[in-house]
């Protein structure tokens, strides 16, 4: 356990300690939130070789920017599993703990004596969360699951995309969803543990966080036995809901209910007898008239400047948006203002990162270095009783990096 500071504002999971089989996205994602919150998080990562997601690019420095995104802040350790010495390694780290996280293959856990009922009689306080693709039981239990399977296997990829072409979608949706419940369960279980001094045995899979998101188009299949038709930038349920084009470029506009739709025909586009066309004039007929609709509008936004039509839809309390690339994104205005961005430490240099998204009022939460493999293998195993000439031992045989 780590001694909380005395001298500044406490950081919210300052003094906890996790451990983490991990790799790839899901589960970094959610001990990196951890680890901004202020826990250490002890990353277990194969001798030399590590999380695979060190080797998917070089783009940042050097150092892969999966990597850098979702491994910030922890230690990292490089322990060989398949040697008994470097499992009785991980179990002492993992007794010192309040939290596992693992997403190893279907079964390894177990089979490594590391499975969350053998972990939980040894230490009833332990939060074990198993992060899986489908889930300990049903058919798919021992299925690889990646998050473009599982896309696909959700039926995410049947709403996204265009009308001729299914996408997945330009982010890991599904890893993203697995690693936020598993943030969610750690700090539910940390809480009731509080109260209670029990821990906890929680399972994720990264197919029930996916379809826990999808609820609008699953139960339009369920109670109206439809599929909801691919929309682009489009909305299944709302009209006109699009990007419009503007003399120099483009809009996403989005009208929510029937007064954003006057206010767009009458304080935007100069047109108030559109909002009385009795094609228009609900939510309803405007979906079911959607082209028609759509095309009304068009004719109409082209007659601005994409500046000039923001600040017309924002004096009239219409929703809009730019629809911004990768380069609008890391120059944006409000990043800039809000002075979102902080230095972090990697292997080629500093490099940019952004403030965790949660923003507390008293501290700045944490944003660590990105380790290099094995970094910390020897300050990490020294805490639990490992001497120098230990250390030198285990690192002759391979056990340790």
């Known amino acids: 356990?780590?001694?909380p500071s005395?001298?500044?504002?406490?950081?919210?999971?300052?003094?906890?300690?996790?451990?983490?089989?991990?790799?790839?996205?899901?589960?970094?994602l959610a001990t990196r939130h951890l680890a901004d919150l202020g826990a250490t998080v002890i990353k277990v990562e194969r001798?030399?070789?590590?999380?695979?997601?060190?080797?998917y690019d070089a783009t940042v420095?050097?150092?892969?920017?999966?990597?850098?995104?979702?491994?910030?802040?922890?230690?990292?350790?490089?322990?060989?599993?398949?040697s008994p010495e470097g499992l009785t390694l991980v179990e002492r780290l993992v007794?010192?703990?309040?939290?596992?996280?693992?997403?190893?293959?279907?079964?390894?856990?177990?089979?490594?004596?590391?499975?969350?009922?053998?972990?939980?009689?040894?230490?009833?306080?332990?939060?074990?969360?198993?992060?899986s693709g489908y889930g300990s039981s049903g058919p798919r239990a021992d299925r690889k699951a990646y998050d473009m399977l599982v896309q696909a296997e959700s039926g995410l990829v049947s709403i996204t995309g265009t009308p001729e072409q299914a996408t997945k979608t330009g982010i890991p949706t599904a890893d993203i969803a697995a690693g936020m419940y598993v943030l969610t369960s750690v700090l539910s279980a940390l809480y009731r543990r509080e109260r209670t001094g029990q821990g906890a045995l929680v399972e994720v899979s990264m197919f029930d966080s996916t379809v826990e998101w999808l609820g609008h188009p699953?139960?339009?299949?369920?109670?109206?036995?439809?599929?909801?038709?691919?929309?682009?930038?489009?909305?299944?349920?709302?009209?006109?809901?699009?990007?419009?084009?503007?003399?120099?470029?483009q809009v996403l506009v989005g009208v929510q209910n029937d007064r954003g739709w006057q206010a767009l025909c009458a304080e935007v586009l100069d047109d108030p007898a559109l909002a009385a066309d009795a094609r228009f004039t609900t939510n309803v007929l405007r979906v079911a008239a959607r082209a028609e609709c759509d095309a009304e509008v068009a004719r109409r936004t082209v007659a601005w400047s994409t500046d000039e039509l923001e600040e017309r839809l924002a004096a009239a309390g219409v929703?809009?948006?730019?629809?911004?690339?990768?380069?609008?994104?890391v120059e944006h205005p409000q990043l800039a203002a809000r002075?979102?961005?902080?230095?972090?430490?990697?292997?080629?240099?500093?490099?940019?990162?952004?403030?965790?998204?949660?923003?507390?009022?008293?501290?700045e939460l944490v944003m660590g270095d990105v380790p290099a493999l094995g970094q910390d293998t020897g300050d990490v195993l020294a805490g639990i009783g490992i001497t120098p000439q230990d250390l030198a031992e285990l690192r002759a045989a391979r056990v340790v990096g």
């Open 47 to 55: 001798v030399g070789e590590g999380d695979f997601a060190r080797a």
């Open 61 to 82: 420095r050097g150092v892969a920017s999966h990597f850098v995104w979702l491994n910030r802040g922890k230690r990292s350790v490089e322990i060989d599993l398949k």
């Open 218 to 249: 699953m139960y339009v299949q369920m109670y109206d036995d439809r599929q909801l038709p691919r929309m682009g930038l489009s909305h299944a349920a709302i009209a006109p809901y699009d990007a419009y084009p503007t003399s120099d470029g």
């Open 339 to 363: 002075d979102r961005w902080r230095k972090v430490g990697t292997e080629g240099g500093q490099v940019e990162a952004l403030l965790p998204p949660m923003t507390f009022d008293d501290v």
């Open 95 to 131: 007794a010192e703990a309040d939290v596992f996280v693992q997403n190893l293959a279907p079964g390894a856990a177990e089979r490594l004596g590391l499975g969350g009922q053998q972990l939980r009689e040894r230490d009833e306080r332990l939060v074990v969360v198993n992060l």
């Open 1 to 3: 356990m780590t001694t």
């Open 319 to 329: 929703a809009a948006a730019q629809v911004n690339d990768m380069a609008g994104l």
């Open 6 to 28: 005395s001298t500044s504002p406490l950081l919210p999971l300052e003094g906890v300690v996790v451990v983490a089989l991990e790799q790839a996205v899901a589960a970094p």
